[in-house]
């Protein structure tokens, strides 16, 4: 465990001087922003267009489009939290040593995970402003929202945890950047194609899209199955990175 939080510390340090941190927070907040910006002007048209006396709820015309928005940009924004966290230290020659260092590859793992998963929680944690600056002036379901963030801290948490796997597996950052934002894409949108599809491949491919799997939590459903899917994704590119360390261990 103290080689676990001293390394933890040592890659938010890292993280924290990095221009990393500072590109994540400035483009997360200006996009989350702007699709916040949106989203109220859709719901005010929304409210214009109702029928006198019909309340438009904020959950489905507001939060719903807005957090979906801001989870497809995190698609494309978490790869560089994890992009470096193994293949910089490759590029720098101190992997060997890391791994020769008295500790597990999970202890290894773990700490460079939570760093960026801290990071990644900071900045979903800063987008709560939004739903209470809407409280002010609308009604805001907590319980909702808390399904919805509890849903978009499991897909993040899934992308980071391929990232760091990809991290693992490649020489260069910017090459593990890319196998992620691919990878994590084709999870994204695969479910897109399956309207097309004959109905046994398109319940697997539903069963395996991350948007498919996240929507039940942004309506407000937390689903077990769901749950444990993102859970086992996490574990499945922990292993495999797990793997990838022990053997180079062993070699």
Known sequence: MQFFWALY????????????????????????GWFYYQGILSYSAW?????????????????????SNMMFFLVLLLPILTMRLV???????????LVTYPGSPMALLGAKYLSALTVFLGGLL?????????????????????????????CGGAILALGLFFSTLAEHYLVAALLTETVSLFFWLIGWVADYLPDRLARILFGVSFYHRLRPFLLGVVDTDDTLYF?????????????????????
Do not use: D, M
Request: glycine residues 6%.
């Open 87 to 97: 293949a910089e230290e490759r590029r720098q020659g101190t992997y060997a040593l």
């Open 231 to 251: 859970l086992s994704v996490i574990c499945a590119f922990f292993l495999l990175g797990y793997y990838l360390i022990y053997r180079e261990q062993r070699a």
């Open 9 to 32: 510390r040592k890659e938010l340090r890292i993280l924290s001087s990095s221009w990393i941190l500072y590109v994540f927070f400035a483009l997360f907040l200006f996009f989350s």
């Open 47 to 67: 409210s214009i267009q109702a029928p006198a006396g019909t309340v438009v709820n904020v959950q489905q015309h507001l939060f719903v489009p807005l957090y």
């Open 126 to 154: 800063c987008s709560g402003i939004y739903p209470l600056v809407t409280s002010l002036w609308g009604g805001v379901e907590w319980l909702l929202l808390f399904s919805t963030y509890l849903g978009i801290a499991l």
